[in-house]
């Protein structure tokens, strides 16, 4: 078993910060990617941002030059460093990750955090 544990949503007014937190736990061999995704009431969920094991990343247009994702691979923890925050940003984060929980094992097994909730508001 593994699991995807989020931290550091909340409350925040418009133009500010917060950073978000995810460590993975359980059964890890390897992590390959590991991402935020969001997901805004009435709409479909999407990806924010996207880091591979290496250090690649990738970001929606939306929170392009605001959002900075980086990971720490010791400590299996991916984080989302979210500025200038905006209304539109308010939404459920959900961290994302492609585990192997074996070294005998071909695939990735794609695992999902439960979310945390971020409140963009005055």
């Known amino acids: 078993q593994v699991q995807l544990v989020e931290s550091g949503g909340g409350l925040v007014q418009p133009g500010g910060s917060l950073r978000l937190s995810c460590a993975a736990s359980?059964?890890?061999?390897?992590?390959?990617?590991m991402g935020w995704y969001r997901q805004a009431p009435g709409k479909e969920r999407e990806l924010v941002a996207k880091?591979?094991?290496?250090?690649?990343?990738n970001y929606a247009d939306s929170v392009k030059g605001r959002t900075t994702i980086s990971r720490d691979n010791a400590k299996n923890t991916v984080y989302l460093q979210m500025n200038s925050l905006k209304p539109e940003d308010t939404a459920v984060y959900y961290c994302?990750?492609?585990?192997?929980?074996?070294?005998?094992?071909?695939?990735?097994?794609?695992?999902w955090g439960q979310g945390t909730l971020v409140t963009v508001s005055s």
């Open positions: 994302n990750a492609d585990v192997k929980m074996s070294e005998y094992v071909l695939r990735y097994l794609e695992v």
């Open positions: 359980g059964s890890i061999f390897s992590i390959n990617a």
């Open positions: 880091i591979t094991s290496r250090g690649s990343t």
